[in-house]
């Protein structure tokens, strides 16, 4: 059973930078896919950014050019640097992994991010 443990994360003014990790134990082909979503207070939760395991990557329009998504295939983790963090970019981001399309998530334990000045 594969579980994701996630760091990172806080209060930071606009601006500023933050640097989330993803870290995955268990089987490997079960974290094909890793990314992040988030979700504000009062709305839905939204897809971030995914990357593969080899390394194609999609990010939401809302933060393309400020947040870069990586991962360190030997070590089974992923990592979101977001700069130029904004008012809005506020939520709790959760971590996932998949095998791949059709095939259930599994959720890190998310983490809060508060940008305000």
């Known amino acids: 059973q594969v579980q994701l443990v996630e760091s990172g994360g806080g209060l930071v003014q606009p601006g500023g930078s933050l640097r989330l990790s993803c870290g995955a134990s268990?089987?490997?082909?079960?974290?094909?896919?890793m990314g992040w979503y988030r979700q504000a207070p009062g709305k839905e939760r939204e897809l971030v950014a995914f990357?593969?395991?080899?390394?194609?990557?999609t990010y939401v329009d809302s933060v393309k050019g400020r947040f870069t998504i990586s991962r360190d295939n030997a070590k089974n983790t992923a990592y979101l640097q977001m700069n130029s963090l904004k008012p809005e970019d506020t939520a709790v981001y959760y971590c996932?992994?998949?095998?791949?399309?059709?095939?259930?998530?599994?959720w890190g334990q998310g983490t809060q991010v508060a940008v305000s000045s």
């Open positions: 996932y992994a998949r095998r791949g399309l059709g095939y259930s998530a599994i």
């Open positions: 990357i593969t395991y080899g390394g194609s990557i």
């Open positions: 268990g089987s490997i082909i079960s974290t094909n896919i």
